[in-house]
């Protein structure tokens, strides 16, 4: 297939024409904040191309990030993102990648066999629901059947040509960009899905074809090829977990895929090469669950009802980010390593080719779910488009703007998660902060100067100090005033116990928490007639200096800051108004959303 080619020096003025990278300078350690998608994929990955996006290539996908106007891959408008991002990694499938839009344009290595010739009639016809449908249900079990669609010849060109589009769009400075891929382990429907990208170019990608499902369906398999290959070619890897939510448990286990009890070499792998996992995209959310955290009144967040498959979601220990902070806790007294020792980041999922995460520019999951009088129809098992959720970003917290210096922040984890917002949050722990400083000029400064990030660890208590941590949230300009901000924290009691409790530390107006501790709702200015709302309510910016009035300076524990909006007009309410339909013709979705944004955590360790 041949492939569109643009110069260096045309993609450099580009971006300068159109990207005004959304970054933050900070006043301390000369770090910036950028804002990017570790997850999307492109025509290169088979469901993406067989669920309607046949053209949004990766070339697609990194014009559309700096702020180009591009193509829709499904209704063939012209479309564009709110505001450039500042990174993107391109994540197709690493199973069958490029196979099908070669398999679409004829290649003799495809379709010189029966199956793959009727496959591209089918393509040529439109039935591309019927091709992906027949691919899942060979893949779950008859896998041989399909071994075609990975010819070596193929995947070895398809990997060439996307790290060789990630180099020419990478500008240090200005804009990064990414080669990488998905790992898509999926065992009886369960989500075991990785992301995995790297910070060198083609020069060390061509070195090496990403490992796959076809290599084996096992982490602890994926992470010792990370560690063998790194160690052959000189080269650095990030995984990133994705959609614990579907996992059944399986996400942070206590035994392991073999059921084996989680040991010190699995544990020590894991946190090597996983230093952060995507709590939020666009098949829900993974911080919390109203069966974990019954007393967490925004637990019940963006929930994603089913397996991969369509089958039943069943379990939810092990299936969550905080549940998995406080297991690795409980993990690290047992073995002396903390396996889930995690950032958390969001990002999209984006099957289109295009990162949108905002409500009002949702371009959908799937090609074919990008209009709303598609989105009540079926596009994979049990899922319709409705369901989706149209977030998140990740936020990184780097010295400058490259692959390098982004790839150290994800490793020291000073990264936080949104659900699409670009709220700027800052957060540092230390024995030192005083009331006041939440009120300074230079808060960065003070910050790195008296206790840690966001990712970082406290240790050594002072004899009778708690820790204190320095908060600090202000809105994304273009949308929703600020509800409260939080701190989350998990601790593990002297008898193993696992135990969790929410803190309201600063919020908007003049509310105060009442006999339970809890304050009132912000309130809700949404026209659910027009899909509008009004910024009356809530705070532009939040900072707190707050204590922890629970400490015990004998027991592992962790925190991360919860941000809040004000409720705002989801996607769903604004396809209704469209179709002119009342707001439960979008089958019982919310009409409105509180967005948010989750810090990475810090930890204390006795």
Known sequence: MLHARLGKTAVSALLCFAATPATVLAQANETMLLWGDTHLHTSYSFDAFTLGNATADPET???????????????????????????????????????????????????????????????????????????????????????????????????????????????????????????????????????????DGKDKAVQYLPFSLNDSEKPRDLWKWLARTADEIGTDFIAIGHNSNLSNGRFFPLVDEDGRAIDVEYAQLRSRWEPVEEVTQYKGDSETHPLLSPSDEFADFERYKHLLDGGPLQHVEGSYARSGLVRGMQLEAEIGVNPYKFGMIGATDSHTGLASAEEGNFLGKYAQDSIPETKAKETVPGSVGWDASAMGFAAVWATENTREAIVEAFRRREVYATTGPRIQLRFFGGWDFEARDA????????????????????????????????????????????????????????????????????????????????????????????????????????????????????????????????????????????????????????????????????????
């Open 439 to 606: 009120n300074a000029r230079d808060l960065a400064s003070l910050g790195y100067e008296k206790g840690v990030p966001m990712g970082g660890d406290l240790t050594d208590a002072p004899n009778d100090k708690a820790p204190s941590f320095l908060v600090s949230a202000v809105k994304d300009p273009l949308d929703g005033n600020l509800d409260r901000a939080q701190v989350v924290k998990g601790w593990v009691a002297a008898d193993g116990s696992a135990h969790e409790r929410i803190y309201d530390v600063a919020w908007s107006g003049d509310r105060k928490p009442g006999g339970d501790g809890r304050l009132e709702p912000v309130g809700n200015t949404v026209a659910l007639e027009a899909g509008s709302y009004e910024n009356s309510i809530g705070a532009t910016e939040l900072t707190a200096v707050w204590t922890d009035p629970d400490f015990d300076p004998a027991l592992r524990a962790f925190y991360y800051v919860r941000v809040l909006q004000i409720p705002t007009p989801r996607h769903t309410l604004l396809d209704t108004i469209a179709l002119q339909q009342p707001p439960e013709a979008a089958g019982g979705h919310a009409s409105v959303i509180q967005e948010r944004a989750y810090s990475s955590p810090i930890w204390f360790t006795p």
């Open 61 to 199: 996908a990194y014009r559309f990030a700096i702020g180009l106007p591009v193509i829709h891959p499904g209704h063939r408008a012209r479309v564009q993102i709110d505001r450039p991002l500042d990174f993107l990694v391109v994540t197709d499938h690493a199973e069958g990648l490029g196979a099908m839009a070669e398999l679409a344009a004829g290649n003799p290595l495809l379709v010189d066999n029966e199956r793959g010739e009727r496959w591209r009639r089918m393509l040529a016809a439109g039935e591309l629901n019927a091709v992906f449908t027949e691919i899942v249900a060979l893949g779950t079990d008859h896998p041989e059947e399909i071994a075609f669609l990975n010819d070596d010849k193929v995947f070895r060109s398809a990997w060439a040509y996307i790290a060789e589009t990630a180099d020419r769009y990478n500008d240090p400075g200005t804009f990064t960009a990414f080669a990488g891929w998905e790992w898509s382990s999926t065992p009886d429907g369960l989500n075991l899905h990785r992301i995995v990208f790297s910070p």
